[in-house]
Structures are given as C-alpha cells and as structure tokens.
C-alpha cells in the first residue's frame, strides 16, 4: 500500500512537471514577442502548476511522515526505496529518475527564461535612455519604484538636432 502511495505521487509530479516544462517552453515563445496578454496567461498557469507541485509533496511529506515518525522526511531515492517493496523498485527508479531529469530541465529552461527577459528590460532601458538622452541608468523608476518626472533633456525633440 505505502509504495502504491509513493509511486501514484511521484506519477501526479511526473504530470505536474510536465505541465510546468511546456509552460516554460509557452513562456519562451511569447518573451522576445512582448505579447502581454498571453504571456501574462502563461505565467498564471506556471504558478498554479508551482502550487499544485507543492501541494503533491507536502502530501507526500505528511504521508511519509506517519510511517517514519519525523515531521520532514527525506526525500531522496535511497530513503523512498525503503518504503518500496522490491518488485516495485525499478518501476519507481525509471519514474524517479523521469522526475528528477525533468527537473534538471525546468531549472535550464527558467534560467534561460530569466535571461531572455533580463535581456529584454536591459534593451528597452537603453532605449529609454538613448531616446531621452538620459544620463541616469533606470530614467523611468526610482528606488520606490514610482514614476519620475523627467527633465526635457530628450536628444531627438531638441531644436538643435
């Protein structure tokens, strides 16, 4: 019963990765678009799918939690093969291993993510700024991030050029 437990997690997060994985790869494709609405739907759905992936290993956590006595269990393959009998074993191995390649993969793809947009800001940051002909490197924003006023100190609107 306990390793039919395990394994139907692991399944669930198998799917929930999954889910995740596709959402970044949707993500990938809108960022370097600046298409807001649906980019704003992605990333909605990467953070329920987030919320589900902790929500599947907080019950797993709880579940394991009757059997070993500890509040915070481990969940490495070596702890989790203790509860599984052996003819499940590589059942579980191949699934453990799918949802730690797929993890791997997620933290790639986030990363690369994260660059693409920081890429993206950098350049419309130095827009702004060869467009105003500000000297400041975030003319847009302060520290509160609020709105500044700007000073007509704009390069391309000045009667000399």
């Given at each position: 019963?306990?390793?039919?437990e395990?394994i139907?997690c692991?399944?669930?997060?198998?799917?929930?990765?999954?889910?995740?994985?596709?959402?970044?790869?949707?993500?990938?494709?809108?960022?370097?678009?600046?298409?807001?609405?649906p980019?704003?739907?992605?990333?909605?759905?990467?953070?329920?799918?987030?919320?589900?992936?902790?929500?599947?290993?907080?019950d797993?956590?709880?579940?394991?939690?009757?059997?070993?006595?500890?509040?915070?269990?481990?969940?490495d393959?070596?702890?989790?093969?203790?509860?599984?009998?052996?003819?499940?074993?590589?059942?579980?191995?191949?699934?453990?291993?799918?949802?730690?390649?797929l993890?791997?993969?997620?933290?790639?793809?986030?990363?690369?993510?994260?660059?693409l947009?920081?890429?993206?800001?950098?350049?419309?940051?130095?827009?702004?700024?060869?467009?105003?002909?500000?000297?400041?490197?975030?003319?847009?924003?302060?520290?509160e991030?609020?709105?500044?006023?700007?000073?007509?100190?704009?390069?391309?609107?000045?009667?000399?050029?």
């Amino acid at each position: 019963m306990i390793e039919q437990e395990i394994i139907t997690c692991f399944d669930r997060l198998y799917g929930h990765y999954t889910d995740l994985y596709a959402s970044l790869k949707e993500e990938r494709r809108y960022i370097p678009q600046s298409n807001v609405d649906p980019l704003q739907v992605v990333v909605q759905k990467i953070e329920n799918t987030v919320e589900k992936i902790k929500q599947e290993r907080m019950d797993l956590v709880s579940f394991l939690s009757k059997y070993t006595g500890s509040s915070s269990p481990s969940l490495d393959v070596d702890t989790l093969l203790r509860f599984i009998s052996p003819i499940y074993h590589n059942e579980f191995l191949t699934l453990y291993e799918d949802v730690d390649r797929l993890i791997n993969e997620i933290k790639r793809y986030g990363k690369e993510n994260r660059f693409l947009i920081e890429d993206c800001l950098t350049f419309i940051d130095e827009t702004i700024r060869g467009v105003l002909g500000a000297k400041d490197s975030n003319p847009t924003y302060d520290k509160e991030m609020k709105l500044r006023k700007l000073k007509m100190n704009n390069v391309l609107l000045n009667k000399e050029v």
